[in-house]
């Protein structure tokens, strides 16, 4: 079957003709990257990582980045890009990704987004703002200035602010959460408008289009995976991981590490909790963690759901693919 397909594809030329994008997605722990694996076994694909933790090096058995020999056969991009302690975001993502998908396609290959980052896959397939104009002269000033207010007054103080100036990003970041209003409330000062507003307004349009996939699992079986992949990673060598990152001289208060799995070990490698604390505790936000992004897929963008075997799905996706390429109407976004 694997092999009919590859020659399917082959002959059709599937990946000039149709130029859209595959995008791999689903909470942590469902398979999402055995399943683009499969599938680059049976069309000629690129893929591209869409979590924004493996895009971190020396962050690897917390991450559940694919391992050296996946990656040496099944190469991905948007993995090791940066170090610990480097800043990265969304809207990088917006760059990069959209660089490597056209790469893909110059080549005559088929982009595949794999991840479970929401926010970055939105980013890559339906466009970000672009917030650099932010960064204008004057940032540092009201920064000073917003930060001051928050340690002074409190956080409720700039809620308000935000309310007035922001009302749409107020209801929001209803948690109050201060580096979001703070973020928010720079921009307003700094532009003279609200944030929510120049996202809608600037929102840079891809030109190209997305099916999206999403495995489908019961909840069940999901979090018995995620209860397993918290166990295999502690046995991996998690608790080692972090001591390294230490050793090298990385801040475990990194925005990088402020992450479920590490979050935990470096409190146990404190003295603050023990390693079976630990390990509940990462099982435990994992599939907290996995409830919010089941949240954000089933309200972004209409997607097919897909289950069974690894090789079922990859299999389903490449007959919807070739099945799209062949027909008239190819082009259509969902």
Known sequence: MQESLKHRTDRSHAAQADGSVIVIQGPTASGKTAVACALADLLPVDLISADSRQIYRHMNIGTAKPDADELARHPHACIDIRNPDEDYSAGMFASDAPASIKSALEKGRIPVIVGGSGLYIRAACLGLFDESDADAKGLKAVREELTATLHSEGIDKLYAELQRSDPAAAEKYTDRNPRRILRALEFYRING??????????????????????????RDELYRRINERAQAMFTAGLVEECEALLTMGYDPAANALNTVGYKEVFALLRGE????????????????YAKRQLTWFRHAWPRTMLSGTVQEIANSIAYDYIRRSSSPNTGDSR
């Open 193 to 218: 408008r609200p944030l929510t507003e120049a996202r809608r307004a600037d929102a840079r349009e891809p030109d190209f289009h997305c099916e999206f996939y999403q495995i489908d699992l019961q």
């Open 273 to 288: 909790i023990d390693r079976d604390e630990a390990l509940e505790l990462t099982a435990r936000k994992t599939r907290n």
